[in-house]
């Protein structure tokens, strides 16, 4: 199967290196090119020579495509949406957030299926082309028969690719990590061991509270306790890894804080619902994040 993955950076990389261990044939869509896909995961090591496409006009639309660029990146790579996606492409979205569906659907063809995903997969490039998994190679994807085409596609590979039957209530856990500790922990430029401070633990509360209430309005039903679930795993957890937002802020890169803090505000003014603590949140990332690129 030929497939093209836009973004070939962390996650789409370490998807990539599974896709060529089930022998499927890859074109890289990028920004910067590499002559040779690298990933090392925790079963060993994946090599793959790159075909790395320069220019969209080139480009043949895919019978599958993986988009994962960062969420704000998603507008500079239509070019390669808008030429890699032909009527019955499947795509996969690879992005954090809960919107995949609608920040894709400006650059793309109403026939065009497209797979929101929840991306478990602790990853980092090191360089060009070169991607280190670090633990996890995980994808959760909706009902559906393009969501069981692409299940197909990695069976046998070491990422664990699956469909999840309430993948409304995956994406929103996970934005909620995201949102919460992720927002805590991009403040104070640490792992998420920022959260066994009794304050910290507070705040995180405060805002589980408040997204589970959103979600709830969204027609999604949290469980009530799932902040303070989540809380305990996170106290807990040993070696806490710095999440990508962290590691693109201590690199003075763009965050993604408009898909995972900024949203929430955003649904919970359509039900009126107050999120004081969220919305304090946000502020304060956005200014911290003016103030790092000043
Ligand atoms: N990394 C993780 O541990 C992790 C875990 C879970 C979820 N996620 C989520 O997965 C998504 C991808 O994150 P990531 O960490 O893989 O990001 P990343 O390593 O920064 O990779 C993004 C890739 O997109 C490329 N790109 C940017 N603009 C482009 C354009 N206009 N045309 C073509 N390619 C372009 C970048 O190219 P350059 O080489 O030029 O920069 C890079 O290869 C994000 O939503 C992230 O939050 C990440």
Redesign the pocket.
């Known amino acids: 199967m030929r497939i093209a993955i ?9 998807f990539a290196g599974a896709l060529h261990e089930a022998g499927h044939a890859l074109e890289f ?4 090119p590499f002559e040779a896909l690298q990933v090392t995961t925790a079963r060993g090591e994946v090599q793959a020579p790159a075909r790395c496409l320069r220019d969209p006009s080139q480009a043949m639309p895919a019978p599958i495509a993986l988009l ?4 704000h ?1 998603t507008a ?2 239509a ?2 949406l808008r030429a890699l996606c032909g009527p019955a492409t499947v795509l996969a979205v ?4 809960i919107e995949q569906r609608e920040t894709v659907a400006p650059y793309v063809s109403a026939g065009v299926h497209v797979v929101p995903a929840v ?7 090191t360089a ?1 082309g070169r991607i280190i998994a ?1 633990s996890r190679v995980r994808l959760l994807l909706p009902p559906g028969a393009a969501s069981e085409q692409l299940v197909a596609l990695f069976a046998n590979t070491f990422a664990n690719v699956s469909i999840a039957p309430d993948f409304a209530v995956a994406a929103w856990t996970k934005l909620l990590l ?1 949102a919460a500790a992720g927002g805590i922990s991009v403040l104070e430029r640490r792992g998420n061991e920022v959260l066994r401070a009794r304050a910290h633990a507070v705040h995180f509360l405060a805002l589980g509270e408040e997204i589970v209430a959103v979600a709830r309005a969204e027609g999604v039903l949290l469980d009530p306790a799932l902040p303070q679930r989540l809380l305990a795993v996170l106290q807990k957890a040993e070696n806490a890894r710095i ?3 962290v ?2 802020r201590l690199a003075g ?1 763009p965050t ?1 804080w408009r ?2 803090n900024q949203v929430i505000e955003r649904l919970a003014a359509r039900h009126g619902l107050p999120v004081p603590v969220n919305r304090a949140l946000t502020a304060a990332i956005r200014a911290s994040e003016r103030s790092a690129s000043a």
């Open positions: 836009i973004g070939p950076g962390a996650v789409g990389g370490a869509a990028t920004r910067t994962a660029t960062k969420a990146q500079a790579a070019p390669w690879l992005q954090n957030g991306v478990d997969c602790p990853a980092d490039r060009p670090r995201n999440s990508s937002i590691a693109d890169r993604e898909v995972r």
